[in-house]
């Protein structure tokens, strides 16, 4: 039998978070995340490039938080750090 995903359902197993995160926050999820995810910070950016083109942050969040099963707050500091890294790799081209 299959569940209906709920927006309000969280797994016992996973700590819903703020939305807001402080930078030490952000830090603790990007290292936490190979762990948790099974997958590297690269594997998640590749994910994002071939995905829905979204314009904006909450989009592409909850897109990835959807297709691949991810707490929001995992996916919003992937997309995060995503963005970070690649303004700072078009800025110093």
Not at 18 to 42: C, F, Q, W, Y
Not at 48 to 72: C, I, K, N, Q, V
Request: hydrophobic share 40%; aromatic share 8%; proline share 5%.
């Amino acid at each position: 039998m299959v569940q209906a995903r709920h927006k309000s359902f969280v797994p016992a197993w996973r700590c819903p978070l703020s939305l807001i995160h402080s930078p030490e926050m952000h830090k603790n999820l990007i290292a936490r995340i190979p762990r948790v995810t099974g997958s590297d910070l690269r594997e998640w950016f590749h994910r994002l490039e071939s995905g829905p083109s979204f314009m904006r942050h909450a989009e592409r969040a909850t897109w990835l938080a959807d297709e691949h099963g991810l707490t929001h707050a995992y996916a919003a500091a992937i997309v995060h750090e995503y963005e970070v890294q690649r303004r700072t790799r078009l800025n110093s081209a």
